[in-house]
Nanobody, 123 residues
Framework: QVQLVESGGGLAQAGGSLRLSCAASGRTFRSYAMGWFRQAPGKEREFVAA????????YYTDSVKGRFTISRDNAKNTVYLQMNSLKPEDTAVYYCGASTYYSRDNYDQYDYWGQGTQVTVSS
């Protein structure tokens, strides 16, 4: 069992930055690939970024490439999402997920989810 807790959301102006964190419980964090998804009001949850068990280069949806960076610190059981050059269309609740497989954008293969953190970008 893995419990995930997101933090770092809030209000930012367009062009600004936020860094989201997702802290995982348990000693098996390094056994899970991690991903970030987001859900805007009235829309389905969509993939944002993913990272493999050992870290390295992330995998991103096209709309955030060059602006967002996913990273992880296995010693701290935490995955991060650095969000730069924010746009109003980035406004959503952001969720982190843990997957036994490197599922990337496959929502159905994520085993655990956090409760989400709200990101609001004003124009």
């Amino acid at each position: 069992q893995v419990q995930l807790v997101e933090s770092g959301g809030g209000l930012a102006q367009a062009g600004g930055s936020l860094r989201l964190s997702c802290a995982a419980s348990g000693r098996t964090f390094r056994s899970y690939a991690m991903g970030w998804f987001r859900q805007a009001p009235g829309k389905e949850r969509e993939f944002v970024a993913a990272i493999s068990w050992s870290g390295g280069n992330g995998y991103y949806t096209d709309s955030v490439k060059g602006r967002f960076t996913i990273s992880r610190d296995n010693a701290k059981n935490t995955v991060y999402l650095q969000m730069n050059s924010l746009k109003p269309e980035d406004t959503a609740v952001y969720y982190c997920g843990a997957s036994t497989y490197y599922s990337r954008d496959n929502y159905d293969q994520y085993d655990y989810w956090g409760q989400g953190t709200q990101v609001t970008v004003s124009s």
